[in-house]
């Protein structure tokens, strides 16, 4: 367990981070040891409470870092929610790790050490894309304790997946179709005790089978018509019966679910678009987390 009065009140990779912006409240920051790397965590700390050890820990996704969270961690941190955030291997620039030279394994590896920094007082994940599939590993691990997971268009991998090192052996891991359905993940969600909040926007999770694409895996980036004289170009990374499986693993009033209008995968760009939207979503999320009820955004 981290010592808060101990950590460095700056970052040591701030140049190095996708995006640099001024928390709304305390931050801080620390860094883990593994075999030949460092990694940095940072504490977005509450600041009526700016002693206390966060309950939340949130991973990001694919080709970002911690600060790619700040469009929902922030507004998170301002309704009076902390956090602790932290970089993965092979995803950004933060470490000198090729993305070859890792794998998800390692990635669950280093979320786990992270994780246990919170101690006793950590009953809460947040995972964004293929940070929402570690959550859900997290969560297994941390069972006794998590109460709540929060995941914003989450990625489901098989188990045999974790081994195979980023690059072709991964990617032909989680081609073949319905191969998520072969996780330890959705068996846990069988059994969890707590709840779980999927955030989704509206054009992620599309049936494949709608653009001539295989079921079970992901229609990708594809055109869609919205009735406009303009097409969009969307990405759709994850399969539409990723999400389909989560919820049917769920019991029904374990689950909440937010569509978010107009967005794709690109979640984080979508927040800063629509500040006003992150941060009402931003205390549902609150409510959601002390057990009490609130309304759901509308815009």
Known sequence: MINLSALSHSSRIRSRLQFDETPTGPACYFSQAFEGYELEGRILADAASPDALPQVLAIHGARSDYSKLNGILYPLQASGVASLSFNLSGHNTTTDIQLADTSLGNNLQEALRFARCLGTSFDTVIGHSLGGALALKVAEAHKASVRKIILFCPALYSDVAYQQP??????????????????????????????????????????????????????????????????????????????????????????????????DHAVSAWFRNNPEYARDLAQEISGFLNNQCVRHPAH
Do not use: W
């Open 166 to 263: 980023f690059g072709e052996p991964f990617k032909s891991a989680i081609s073949v179709p319905y191969s998520f359905l072969d996780s330890s993940s959705l068996e846990f969600l069988n059994e969890f005790k707590g709840e779980l909040m999927l955030v989704i926007g509206e054009f992620d999770g599309l049936e494949s089978t709608a653009f001539d694409k295989v079921a079970g895996t992901s229609a990708g980036t594809v055109t869609i018509d919205q009735g406009t004289p303009h097409e969009r170009i969307i990405n759709s990374p994850i399969p539409y019966e990723v999400i389909e499986a989560i919820e049917k693993h769920l019991r029904p009033h374990a689950f909440k679910k937010h569509v978010l209008p107009g967005c």
